[in-house]
């Protein structure tokens, strides 16, 4: 089996949630290697920061929808985490703010995210 086949399979047998854990994790580690390399890797830096900033406008653009399901509280600190996410990243690229708030934030929605542990 190829490896784009493999890909193809696991990505349809995913869950939606299943799906965005797997994205976060993709994204989260994008800004932790973003966040070891020198100031002056500007692309790694920027190409990190842009993906998770598209990763939580997505959301964001998807919580806004009023036909979306989850309750608008929910919805509503989405949008609020996209918002800070943005500003929180033009700080990183400017040096006056960490990778590791975005980094926590990113794993904390990773773990709400998280399967649950089957009962043995």
Not at 43 to 62: G, K, V
Request: aromatic letters at 6%.
């Amino acid at each position: 089996m190829s490896l784009q086949a493999y890909k193809t399979a696991a990505t349809r047998a995913e869950s939606p949630r299943e799906m965005e854990y797997r994205l976060f994790g993709q994204v989260t580690r994008a800004l932790m290697h973003a966040s070891t390399v020198d100031k002056s890797d500007i692309a790694t830096r920027i190409d990190a920061i842009d993906w998770n900033r598209r990763l939580w406008s997505t959301l964001s653009t998807s919580c806004s929808d009023s036909t979306n399901a989850m309750p608008q509280a929910l919805r509503a600190q989405i949008i609020s985490l996209d918002l800070f996410i943005g500003r929180h990243s033009s700080a990183v690229m400017r040096g006056e703010g960490d990778f590791e708030t975005l980094i926590d934030i990113n794993r904390m929605v990773m773990q709400g995210l998280a399967p649950s542990p089957q009962p043995a």
